[in-house]
């Protein structure tokens, strides 16, 4: 299968992006299957992009061989109707280029970079950015699919989670594969600058939630993920169209009466559970998470119930 050139990627980063969860049998073993009936569930209801990344695919809880067939059923299962964007974990530049070079070879359209972090530095770009922008570049060189900056250090290994410079977005942004960007945190400040400086060279992707990519669409942001899009992308779909195309009134009703009210609760949760949990109640292959993240309690799963009802996600009786 042949991919996406990065500047095609980058064109076709509009819209609604769904993160995919990696779906697991009551034995945690992968449920393939099931992975497979989402992405085409996805595909047929409007879905714009599908990506795997570090936090919601969970791919700290895979094995390398396991981050490659999952990657591979999520393509195969795209079947091309969407981009497919890939993502490496926090491995070391030869083992990220080769999981790259993997994941262009099965026909992903782009690859999420995620640097690993030093457990023993918080980030000090003064320290860190030289050898971030060198696992990019290294990465870009021996390649030719496009690449997407996961902008921050990841919480845990190697400091608090904090964004990444300006400045290095900034270089990175100035490598040819390099045409996205997972905006992840929810700072007005340095979104609207990060926004402003580079928004002529990568496709940004929002992951704030609704009531933040009301605010940075109207910066240029021409994407953002989807919690609610996974077991209903209509709603999702219809939010953004609505906001495209200025009709921002509706975008704020569809976002104050059933987005937010349905994240309200479902974010003192593990994320990641609650979207399977809803998934379930849709009627789409959910599953347990795989050990030692923790299962949902039937009081949260009950919660979760209530919400998609009152907010019509999940129909009342």
């Known amino acids: 299968m042949t991919s996406t050139k990065p500047q095609e990627l980058k064109e076709k980063i509009v819209g609604v992006v769904a993160g995919l969860p990696t779906l697991f049998h009551d034995d945690y073993t992968i449920n393939y299957e099931g992975m497979h009936e989402h992405v085409d569930f996805l595909a047929g209801h409007g879905m714009d992009v599908v990506m795997l990344s570090l936090g919601i695919s969970e791919l700290r809880f895979l094995d390398y061989d396991e981050v490659k067939a999952v990657t591979r059923t999520v393509v195969e299962a795209a079947a091309g109707r969407l981009p497919v964007i890939a993502s490496t974990a926090e491995w070391w530049t030869g083992q ?46 021996a390649t030719d699919i496009g690449l997407v900056i996961h902008e921050r250090n990841v919480p845990g290994r190697g400091g608090n989670g904090g964004p990444f410079s300006l400045s290095l977005v900034n270089r990175l942004a100035d490598i040819d594969s390099v045409v996205g960007l997972k905006l992840e945190g929810g700072d007005p400040y340095y979104a609207q600058a990060l926004i402003r400086q580079t928004r002529d060279r990568l496709a940004i992707i929002a992951d704030w939630g609704p009531e933040h990519f009301l605010f940075v669409h109207a910066l240029g942001v021409p994407a953002f993920i989807t919690g609610v899009g996974q077991f209903a992308p209509q709603v999702s779909s219809y939010f953004w169209h609505a906001l495209h195309s200025g009709d921002l009134e509706e975008a704020r009703k569809v976002a104050n009466e059933v987005m937010t009210p349905y994240y309200g609760p479902v974010v003192t949760m593990d994320w990641v559970a609650a979207l399977k949990v809803s998934m379930e109640f849709a009627g789409l292959p959910g599953g347990p998470m795989r050990p030692p993240n923790a299962q949902l309690t039937p009081q949260q799963r009950e919660t979760i119930r209530q919400a998609m009802r009152e907010t019509g996600l999940l129909p009342k009786g």
């Open 96 to 141: 990220a280029l080769d999981f790259v070079k993997y994941a262009q070879d099965v026909g992903a359209d782009g690859c999420i970079v995620v640097p690993p972090g030093n457990p023993y530095t918080t980030y000090n770009p003064a320290l860190h950015d030289d050898t971030i922008y060198r696992h990019y570049e290294t990465i870009a060189a």
